[in-house]
T-cell receptor, first 114, second 110 residues
Framework: DTGVSQDPRHKITKRGQNVTFRCDPI?????LYWYRQTLGQGPEFLTY????????KSRLLSDRFSAERPKGSFSTLEIQRTEQGDSAMYLC????????????FGQGTRLTVV | TQLLEQSPQFLSIQEGENLTVYCNSS?????LQWYRQEPGEGPVLLVT?????EVKKLKRLTFQFGDARKDSSLHITAAQPGDTGLYLC??????????FGKGTMLLVSP
């Protein structure tokens, strides 16, 4: 297994368009997280799945954002009607459950909204 | 809301110098993780500390978790240009998700 994989690495889109990102976690990890990181900041939590269940969502996650993990394996994050403020690095991480909840991150998807 | 404060925000040093960066909170964490992130890449996990007072070493890097599990430090001995990057601490309380600090940007010049 080569770790957490994210696709695409970079995405440039026009304001108002929809975008979808994919994350493939480490295969035996049942937990999957999405974070957003802007320049000069640490990653901010967006949402979290345990298997296929979405257990927690941040207040940062407006109704334009939706995430799925249909079979408890890969996950997608969709942003509808993108805004310039959505420009950021979107990071996916995965982990086992307790007692070893170490999270391993993918390389991220850099979104630029023009 | 659990907040993690990292200091300093930015550190520029010469190769061979020693340095310490700090991660502080008013909250107690069940575990704390340190990551290093390079520009355009995702964070890479360096270490996890779980016991108050715990010290872990990773080559020239020494990590310490405070006795009260509210703070942590990272000490680098004889820094090298390859140590350049953004150092992030992240705390977890119980089964909750990770809360990150804003990071310390380290630049090591030859």
């Amino acid at each position: 297994d080569t770790g957490v994989s994210q696709d695409p690495r970079h995405k440039i889109t026009k304001r108002g368009q929809n975008v979808t990102f994919r994350c493939d976690p480490i295969s035996e990890h049942n937990r999957l997280y999405w974070y957003r990181q802007t320049l000069g900041q640490g990653p901010e939590f967006l949402t979290y799945f345990q298997n296929e269940a979405q257990l927690e969502k941040s207040r940062l996650l407006s109704d334009r954002f939706s995430a799925e993990r249909p079979k408890g394996s890969f996950s997608t994050l969709e942003i509808q009607r993108t805004e310039q403020g959505d420009s950021a690095m979107y990071l996916c991480a995965s982990s086992l459950g307790a007692p070893t909840p170490e999270a391993f991150f993918g390389q991220g998807t850099r979104l630029t909204v023009v | 809301t659990q907040l993690l404060e990292q200091s300093p925000q930015f550190l520029s040093i010469q190769e061979g110098e020693n340095l310490t960066v700090y991660c502080n909170s008013s909250s107690v964490f069940s575990s704390l993780q340190w990551y290093r992130q390079e520009p355009g890449e995702g964070p890479v996990l360096l270490v996890t500390v779980v016991t108050g007072g715990e010290v872990k070493k990773l080559k020239r890097l020494t990590f310490q978790f405070g006795d009260a599990r509210k703070d942590s430090s990272l000490h680098i001995t004889a820094a090298q240009p390859g140590d350049t990057g953004l150092y992030l601490c992240a705390g977890r309380s119980g089964y909750s998700t990770l809360t990150f600090g804003k990071g310390t940007m380290l630049l090591v010049s030859p």
